[in-house]
């Protein structure tokens, strides 16, 4: 079935861009799910826990929308890269990060995202965005931006599988379930060199180890949105754990808590 484009576009700098509900048919909504009211599930972690891979294939299942929030930090890296643009130089990045106007194109599965009108999505994983990402990210304004559009993006999807660092802490702090992933230092690395090595990218699982051991420290240390485990979710150690086990694992909780909520 060809995609269902809302009346609504965005008309920015750039020029008029699909705006975020561009819809696809949704698929059916599990039986088990409410159909009448929001269902936001948080999945936050480390990297290397497999929450994208997790939160898609659960979203996929639960017939939910999926909203990786890693992308939009990625893509406002991608942004400042090909600016110049530093932290040293925080304002001028933030600006040139809302007039990128960053969104998703919801037709594509996973949904496409897009800077100035223009996909990211093969740009977002390379090694020159995963070495800045985490200081950009940790820009208190360019955070309150993104915690903006993640809730206006929940306004318009509001039966959304959502993950990154803080969707249960601080960005949807009432979400009914929240997961919270973890795994050894070790497994989450060699994880991280497999889905590089199959996107046919260079992968040393040493050197990731090294950068996920300090994408940790920077990403739970910083003052605004820190990682942190929030003390109402839910925490899966999947660290011997199969992604069809975590993924069945989470099913199955979401199905208990919705039917209790
Ligand atoms: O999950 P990921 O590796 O794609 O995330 C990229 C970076 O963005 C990572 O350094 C953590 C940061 N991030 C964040 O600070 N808050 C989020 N909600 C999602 C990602």
Redesign the pocket.
């Known amino acids: 079935m060809a995609a269902v484009p809302s009346s609504t576009t965005t008309r920015t700098a750039h020029g008029a861009v699909p705006h975020v509900e561009v819809r696809t048919p949704r698929r059916p909504l599990h039986p088990l799910l409410p159909s009448d009211k929001p269902i936001i599930v948080t999945i936050d972690g480390p990297?290397g826990t497999g929450?994208?891979s997790v939160a898609r294939l659960l979203a996929r299942r639960l017939g939910l929308d999926f909203l990786?929030?890693?992308?939009?930090?990625?893509a406002a890296a991608v942004v400042a890269i090909e600016r110049g643009l530093g932290v040293d130089r925080a304002a001028e990045l933030v600006a040139a990060v809302v007039d990128a106007d960053l969104h998703f194109d919801w037709s594509a599965d996973p949904p496409d995202i897009l800077a100035s009108g223009r996909s990211v999505s093969s740009r977002i994983r390379g090694g020159d965005v995963?070495a800045v990402?985490?200081p950009i990210?940790?820009i208190p304004a360019l955070?309150r931006h993104?915690v903006r559009k993640q809730r206006l993006i929940a306004a318009q999807h509001p039966r959304l599988v959502t993950?990154?660092?803080?969707?249960g802490s601080v960005?949807f702090p009432a979400a009914p379930v929240k997961f919270y992933l973890d795994a050894a230092p070790a497994t989450r690395a060699r994880r991280r060199a497999d889905q590089l090595r199959e996107a046919g990218l260079d992968a040393d699982a040493d050197a990731l180890l090294a950068d996920i051991t300090e994408?940790d420290r920077?990403?739970s240390t910083r003052r605004e949105?820190p990682?942190i485990k929030p003390g109402d979710a839910i925490v899966v150690d999947t660290t011997s754990l199969s992604l069809e086990g975590v993924v069945g694992t989470l099913e199955r909780l979401v199905l208990e808590r919705m039917a209790r909520a």
């Open positions: 990297a929450k994208s990786d929030t890693g992308a939009m930090y990625r995963t990402v985490s990210a940790g955070r993104m993950e990154g660092r803080d969707q960005v994408r920077s990403d949105g990682l």
